[in-house]
């Protein structure tokens, strides 16, 4: 079992492929791979899939490597919703170590994870929408060499 969901609460029953694609779509994004964004479109998103952090849609890789050396998701806890259990919300752990420094920031995450309408039931379901939610802040703080607080 990877690190990303090894320790994580199922508060619902969810497919073992789902839970698979959750430790997949983490795998790829937290790897500094030029190619991440052709993955995900391949092996995690549905062909009109979207990836929100916050209230930015996410296209490519847009730099998402810039100013961290590494990043490390952690589910902690996986709520399923919806009438097929079709809608997920995570909540877990970010680690990330910036560039430069090598401060490393702690940061909390939400995130809704819905998939694709009818691909939950098979062995490779898809992402429709993947929102998350996180305080950048502590990053902001890092970044400008001042203290971290959450660690």
Do not use: C
């Not at 073992?16 to 790829?28: D, G, H, P, W, Y």
């Not at 730099?63 to 990043?71: F, K, L, T, V």
């Not at 170590?97 to 809704?112: H, K, L, Y």
């Not at 691909?119 to 998350?132: D, E, F, G, M, V």
Request: aromatic share 8%; charged share 20%.
């Amino acid at each position: 079992m990877s690190y990303i969901t090894e320790g994580a609460e199922w508060m619902n029953p969810v497919p073992s492929a789902v839970k698979n694609l959750i430790t997949n779509f983490f795998r790829i994004g937290d790897k500094p791979d030029p190619d991440a964004g052709n993955l995900w479109a391949d092996e995690v998103f549905a062909a009109d899939g979207r990836l929100v952090v916050g209230e930015n849609e996410i296209v490519g890789e847009q730099g998402a490597w810039a100013a961290i050396e590494s990043r490390r998701h952690v589910v902690q806890r996986v709520y399923a919703g919806g009438s097929d259990a079709e809608d997920l919300m995570l909540h877990g752990v970010l680690t990330q170590t910036i560039r430069g420094n090598g401060r490393e920031v702690q940061i909390p995450f939400a995130a809704r994870m819905v998939l694709q309408p009818g691909s939950r039931q098979t062995s490779s379901p898809k992402i429709q929408l993947y929102q998350a939610w996180a305080d950048q802040s502590p990053v902001h703080r890092a970044l400008a060499g001042g203290g971290v607080s959450n660690k």
